[in-house]
């Protein structure tokens, strides 16, 4: 079992910056793919950030150049840092983790996101 919480949401103005953390417990050295999903209410939930556990990292189109992921092994956290953010982006903000890359198994309780303008 794979435990996540989220923390660092929260209420920001348009072309701020906000940074999500994920800490892990459990069995999460088997878990290759950490990253985070975002969800607005009623639609199926998007990626928008993968890293492996050797850090290859992939963003979605929308957040390319604004977000960055950082993954820490030792201490089983994932980050996203998120900046020049847009009223588009809020949304809750869901961190997974899974053994292999685009089949997330476990998530986190999810942290919500307000972008302002």
């Known amino acids: 079992q794979v435990q996540l919480v989220e923390s660092g949401g929260g209420l920001v103005q348009a072309g701020g910056s906000l940074r999500l953390s994920c800490a892990a417990s459990g069995s999460i050295v088997s878990m290759n793919a950490m990253g985070w999903y975002r969800q607005a209410p009623g639609k199926q939930r998007e990626v928008v950030a993968t890293i492996t556990r050797s850090g290859s990292a992939s963003y979605a189109n929308s957040v390319k150049g604004r977000f960055t992921i950082s993954r820490d092994n030792a201490k089983n956290t994932v980050n996203l840092q998120m900046n020049n953010l847009k009223p588009e982006d809020t949304l809750v903000y869901y961190c997974?983790?899974?053994?292999?890359?685009?089949?997330?198994?476990?998530w986190g309780q999810g942290t919500q996101v307000t972008v302002s303008s």
């Open positions: 997974y983790a899974g053994l292999r890359l685009g089949a997330p198994e476990y």
